[in-house]
């Protein structure tokens, strides 16, 4: 059992027992849920399905620059599946700023939308 054989190591003595844990999970999913409750969990993977579909809308009607946000989007989206990227300032700043421009370059490519 590593816990208990982590706790008998020399730098584990000075320290209260099962401080050295991470206090949240290292998923952006989890920690969305924990955060936000079922409701944010839920608007946060239609935000995930909503930037699949416009990347493969984008890929279709070959718009580089479309494409280029929708990876950035998504990259951030699947990197959180191993870290929490999206509750960090500056990350989670940048993610919204991608989602905005996804949701922009959505409207202006079909006004009606809006």
Same mark, same amino acid.
């Given at each position: 059992?590593?816990?208990?054989?982590?706790?008998g190591?020399?730098?584990?003595?000075? $320290?209260?027992?099962? %401080?050295? *844990?991470?206090?949240?999970?290292?998923?952006?999913? #989890?920690?969305?849920?924990? =955060?936000?409750? &079922?409701?944010?969990?839920?608007?946060?993977?239609?935000?995930?399905?909503?930037?699949?579909r416009?990347?493969?809308?984008? $890929?279709?009607?070959? %718009?580089? *620059?479309?494409?280029?946000?929708?990876?950035?989007? #998504?990259?951030?989206?699947? =990197?959180?599946? &191993?870290?929490?990227?999206?509750?960090?300032?500056?990350?989670?700043?940048?993610?919204?700023?991608?989602?905005?421009?996804?949701?922009?370059?959505?409207?202006?490519?079909?006004?009606?939308?809006?």
């Open positions: 059992d590593f816990q208990r054989v982590y706790e190591t020399v730098p584990q003595l000075y $320290f209260p027992p099962h %401080e050295w *844990l991470v206090p949240e999970p290292h998923n952006v999913y #989890l920690a969305t849920w924990l =955060h936000t409750g &079922l409701l944010g969990f839920v608007i946060f993977v239609i935000m995930g399905i909503q930037g699949v416009f990347l493969r809308k984008s $890929f279709r009607q070959e %718009e580089i *620059l479309h494409v280029t946000v929708a990876l950035g989007f #998504l990259s951030m989206y699947v =990197h959180g599946l &191993l870290d929490t990227t999206v509750w960090k300032n500056d990350l989670a700043v940048l993610f919204f700023v991608l989602y905005l421009l996804l949701l922009h370059q959505t409207a202006f490519r079909n006004p009606s939308n809006i």
